[in-house]
C-alpha cells in the first residue's frame, strides 16, 4: 500500500507540475525497482524528449544506482536531447522511510527557443573579452542502447585518443571511467564494451582490476 499510495502522489505531483508550466515542461518518475530498460513508470508531456512509460534510464537514473548514499537533487542544470534541443532540468531523489532511494523526479523544460532568443541578444553586446560558451553537453535518451553508446563515446572522449592508437593503460582509463558512471549496470554492456576497445570479456574484467595510470 505504502508503494501504491507514493505512486499516486508522485503521479498528483506531476500532473501538477506539467499544468503549472504548460507543454514545454516534461515531468518523469524513475521506478529504481524496475529493470533499466524500463525505469519511467510516469510521465507528463513527454513529447518534450519522446518518451513514454516504460523507457529506460537516463544518466542519472545510473548514477543514483551506483552510488545511492550519496546522491544529492540536482537543480537548474542544461541537458540536450538527441536532436539539439536544451533542457533545463532538475531531478529528485525520492526516498523510502528507510533511506533508500526509491525513485528519480525528474523536471525537463524545454528553453531552446529562449536559449537561441537570449544568445542572439549576447552576440549582439558581446566584446572580445565577453564571449558566450556553449552549455548542457549532457544528453536525454529514451532507451538504454543509446545511453550506452553515449557513455561509450564519452569514455573515448575521456581519454582522448582514438581506440586504435590506445594503450592498455588508455583503455584501462577508459573502462574505469565507463565503472564510475554506473556503465556495467547495463545489461550486457560488459559485450558491448568489449567489442568497442577491442578487447575479450576477461581482459576487462582484469582491466577493471587494474590501477589506473596517467
Known sequence: MAEQAQHQLLAQ???????????????????????????????????????????????????????????????????????????????????????RTVAILGINFDITAISHAAGMLQDFIATDNNQRQDTGTEMIFSNVDDLLDRLIEKSCAHVGKPVAVMTKADKVRAIHYLESKGAFLIKKAGDRVSKFYDISKYTLYNYLDAEVTE
Do not use: M, W
Not at 22 to 46: F, K
Open 13 to 99: 505531483l506531476a500532473r501538477g507540475i506539467a499544468a503549472q508550466f504548460g507543454p514545454q515542461c516534461e515531468v518523469a518518475v524513475h521506478d529504481l525497482t524496475r529493470d533499466l530498460e524500463g525505469t519511467i513508470s510516469i510521465i507528463e508531456n513527454g513529447h518534450v524528449t519522446g518518451r513514454t512509460v516504460g523507457d529506460g534510464a537516463s544518466e542519472i537514473v545510473l548514477a543514483a544506482l551506483k552510488d545511492p548514499a550519496h546522491v544529492k537533487d540536482q537543480l537548474g542544470y542544461q541537458i540536450r536531447t538527441p536532436d539539439g534541443r536544451v533542457l533545463k532540468s532538475s531531478t529528485l531523489y525520492i526516498k523510502d522511510e528507510a533511506g
